[in-house]
């Protein structure tokens, strides 16, 4: 559970585990920041989504996993609780997403981009020159996220800026 502020109180805190049923006076596409400045909007799940994995969601807000190559625009967080299909929930959109699933060679500091590889992994590092530009092989992968950890067990915390 977060404490919340901003655009929209709910109460002292958010739960963050998903539901059968669309919150009560919470519509899909609400977005609110906790007081540490991370952002979440309220989704429909499209699909299971698990803990630590991007997301993409419609103009509808009906969330997915990211295909390969997707930029990242969400991430369920490792600490919360993995959605069913159909379930309502929120998912974060920027702040420091703590245990997301990455590759095992990830270390902090290293931009990731969403790519489903062999190994199961959903946050992959990739190559950035020094102009910025993505050297990355796999279709031109673009990223919105850094690791602000080295990867233990599979997981990292990470920053969507």
């Keep these: 559970m977060a404490s919340f502020a901003g655009a929209r109180r709910l109460g002292a805190v958010l739960d963050f585990a998903p539901t059968t049923d669309q919150g009560d006076g919470i519509t899909l ?41 997707d930029p990242i625009f969400a991430v369920v967080r490792g600490d919360g609780t993995a959605f069913a299909a159909d379930e309502y929930g929120w998912v974060q959109t920027r702040g420091i997403v703590p245990d997301a699933q990455v590759a095992a060679s990830t270390a902090a ?24 530009a993505d050297t990355a092989t796999a279709g031109g992968l673009s990223t919105r996220a850094y690791a602000l950890e080295a990867e233990s067990s599979g997981v990292a915390d990470i920053l969507i800026p």
């Design 109 to 132: 500091g290293d931009p990731l981009a969403s790519v489903a590889d062999s190994n199961g992994d959903f946050f992959v590092v990739i190559d950035v020159d020094e102009a910025g």
């Design 29 to 69: 596409g609400e977005r609110v920041t906790d007081q540490l400045g991370n952002e979440f909007v309220y989704v429909q799940a499209a699909e299971a989504l698990g803990l630590g994995v991007p997301v993409d969601f419609t103009s509808a807000f009906v969330a997915s996993v990211s295909d390969s190559g």
